[in-house]
């Protein structure tokens, strides 16, 4: 399918509310981006790209690497990882910290904060330098050796990262992190700082689609765990608003306060989206609209 004048379609119809919402206010480094810009990108299966807009001007992942994280823990060290973090939706923003006394030290699910510290914790556990892996399998998967971090942006979150430390913090004293917390925070932090467009992120995303199978064509999840990620995506990929991302879009997808989404056709195509304002949950106002246009004109969506 040639998705290049649907793609043309959407940005023209979503380019009023290009610049609407807020770009992240916590991190200085993220507050300073122009919030006029939109891309779009989908990957088929075979990897060939179609894109609009800015649609290869690298942005702060943010967020969005917590998928390709939990997907790396899950096939380096197998499903004991859910013993560690739950697969529930929060109803809580991101960054919460209510629910983890209530719950002994346990996140309700990996893609909020303090599911994805678990996650990367397991991984350093797993591989000795979680942020360098993930960067690797990143370049592997999207095709672009030059993926790289953005030291501002890691700076950044790590001299604003109070919260992030009180939740990585709070868990340790459950015992449900295994390294020193400084160490699980370096990670985490430049783990978001990772930098990716549309394209490295649509590319990178494909094993969602392709039920498990890496860019090589070699194995990395099961076909099981492929629909299991895809799963906790759909329930809790974009935080306390994942019921309304599900109403109005109705894929698997992963948001980051970068202004970036990846959602996932499984068995045909990988989508992301980017556009830095934001809506009081977190999620960008122009990239949900622009997905919520593509399964309304397509009709590719789960449902
Ligand atoms: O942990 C943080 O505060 C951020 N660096 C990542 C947050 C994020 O993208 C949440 N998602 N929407």
Redesign the pocket.
Known sequence: MDYQPLLEQIAADVAPLVGGGTPAEY?PALASVDPGQFGMAVADLDGKVYGVGDWQVPFSA??ITKVFALALALAEGGDSLWERVGREPSGNP??SLVQLEYENGVPRNPFI?AGALVVTDRLQTLTGDASSELLEFLRQESGNPELGFDAEVAAS?QSHGDR?AALAHFMASYGNIDNPVPTLLDHYFWQ?AIEMSCADLARAARFLARHGLRADGSRLLTRSEAKQVNAVMLTCGT?DAAGEFAYRVGLPGK????GGIVAVVPGVCTLAVWSPGLDPH??SVAGVASLDRFTTLTGLSVF
Do not use: D, L, P
């Not at 948001?255 to 970068?258: A, E, F, K, T």
């Open positions: 991190i943010q967020s991101f960054n904060n979150e992030n978001c935080y948001s980051g306060v970068g977190g999620n």
